[in-house]
Structures are given as C-alpha cells and as structure tokens.
C-alpha cells in the first residue's frame, strides 16, 4: 500500500458524527473557505475525504517514499480508536497498562501537530526563517515538519504525564473541525470532542493517572462550539445541518495567524528519518 491518502482528523474521531441519509452514512460538513455545506458520503467505501490530504506525511528523498510518520500515526489512531470505544461504552478499565494510556495522550496530543493548516504555515514559517534552516542543513520544510510532529508530540506527552481525564456527557451537539484539539485551552485543561455528547477535557495529575465522568450544561457546550469554530481553518462538521447554515451566515473565516514553532530546538536530539 502507498499510503497516498493521509487523514489529519483520523476515521476512527470522524465515524462518531456520521448519519444516514436514507442511503449512505456520511456527515454534514461546512468549507469554511467556500462556506459551503455537504453531506460527505464515500458511498460503501472509506470516507472522509475532506479529511485527507495526499501525501501530507510522506517524504519523498532520494526517490524513497518514506511513510515513518504515517505509520505512526496510525498506530497511535489504532490506539486511540480502541480508548473511545471503551469511553463510549462506559467500560471500567480503559488501558491494560500505562504504556498504553501513554500512547492514548499522545494520540491526543499529536492533534496540535498534525493539521494541514499547520503543515502549510509551518513551511511558511521555516522557509521565511533563515536562521532556522540552516539548523538543518540537508533538510527539507516539510522533513523537518515531519520530525517535529514526532518530537513535539512527545514533548507535550512528557509534560502532561500522569494525566487527569474527565469525560463530559453534552445535552448540546458538539461539533469538531480540522483542528480539534483546544490545547492549554483553561486553567491547563485541553479538550477535545470524542463525538457529538462527549467531550473530554485533561490536564496534568497531581498524582496518578485518573478518570472521571460528568455532565457539562449547556453554557459549557456552547462555549467549546465557539472555540471549535474559531480554531477551525478548513472545515466544520456537526449533526445538525442547520447549525452549520447558521455558522455559515454568521462567521467570515478570516484569519491574521503567525504561527512560531517552539519546538523546532527538540528536533537536534530527536526523532530523524
């Protein structure tokens, strides 16, 4: 397999909204760009394309596709795709192990290093940055953003573990976009929506790992909604079409991001293809 298709917003997040219209499953989604709404459907097959970007995490040097972050990402998405599951179902024991639970924050974690967006503003960053370049001789924007994702992921992991999760139940929809993952978002809490009623927040332990269940009202889900749309740089999803009209009417979608690139000094020591 080429691995030519690279999902940002990994199936196993994305299949949470999904809804059948009488034919297909698929989900709405708003372009922020076009402002236009679809439901997304691959008719039978793997869906999400809006999703996906070709290639976004392969290198192509020296005339070898090199498939190393792709490879890893998809085993943190196996990984995390098995701790929604469980969080969904309630279940009581969510990792056999704290390898495990490791490896699911860094799943989580890596959402803040994995966009498109973040892959065309960081070749912008690098390529207007001389200095940080020649750090790297050698080396390619988008090889040295591919190592980045690695060891900032990993960075982060370090500096949250042990980790304090607490999964919300919403009465409100919730909705998720391109860039999911509100990072350090309050009082060191991040969150991330793991479907349309369920939104988990976490923050570093005191002690050990923990997990706990509540009920957020809706102020709260409306607040995250707020904050999704503002993060969002590509696309919308949500379960109600409606509210997707209504964000359409009322948001502009323009931007005036400098995205710096702190991690970039973890890379001398790090992970390298």
């Known amino acids: 397999m080429d691995k030519k298709k690279n999902h940002y917003v990994p199936r196993c997040l994305l299949k949470r909204w999904s809804l059948n219209n009488g034919t297909y499953d698929g989900v709405f989604v708003l372009n ?34 090199y498939t190393n972050l792709e490879d890893w990402f998809s085993g ?9 599951d469980k ?17 699911a924050l860094m799943g989580l974690l890596s959402f803040e290093f994995r966009s498109r967006y973040l892959f065309q503003e960081g ?37 949250l573990f042990p980790v304090e999760f607490t999964v919300c139940n919403s009465a409100v929809p919730l909705l998720i976009c391109d ?23 976490f923050r570093k332990s005191q002690g050990q790992s923990t997990i706990a269940y ?9 607040s ?17 079409r409606e509210e997707l009209e209504r964000i359409s009417k009322s948001e502009k979608f323009e931007y005036s991001d400098e995205i710096i690139f702190e991690e970039f000094r973890t890379l001398i020591y790090g992970y390298e293809y």
Do not use: M
């Not at 070709?54 to 020296?62: A, E, P, S, V």
């Open 224 to 240: 995250f909604n707020k904050q999704i749309i503002e993060a969002a740089r590509d696309w919308i999803v949500s379960t109600n």
């Open 76 to 84: 943190l998405e196996n990984t995390l795709s098995i701790f929604i």
């Open 32 to 65: 922020c760009l076009s402002k236009t709404i679809n439901f997304s459907s691959a008719k039978g097959n793997k869906g999400f394309s809006f999703a996906s970007i070709d290639n976004l995490y392969i290198l192509d040097k020296n005339d070898v596709r």
């Open 179 to 201: 860039r999911p993952l509100l990072y350090n978002a309050f009082d060191g809490y991040s969150f991330i929506p793991l479907s349309p009623y369920l939104l988990l927040s």
């Open 123 to 159: 070749i912008k960053f690098i390529e207007s940055n001389s200095k940080i370049s020649a750090k790297f001789a050698g080396k390619s924007s988008l090889q040295i953003l591919l190592e980045n994702s690695v060891n900032a992921t990993t960075n982060k992991v370090n500096q």
């Open 87 to 103: 969080v969904v179902k309630r279940e009581t024991t969510l990792f056999k192990d704290s390898a495990q639970l490791y490896k």
């Open 214 to 222: 509540h009920t957020i009202d809706d102020k709260t889900a409306n």
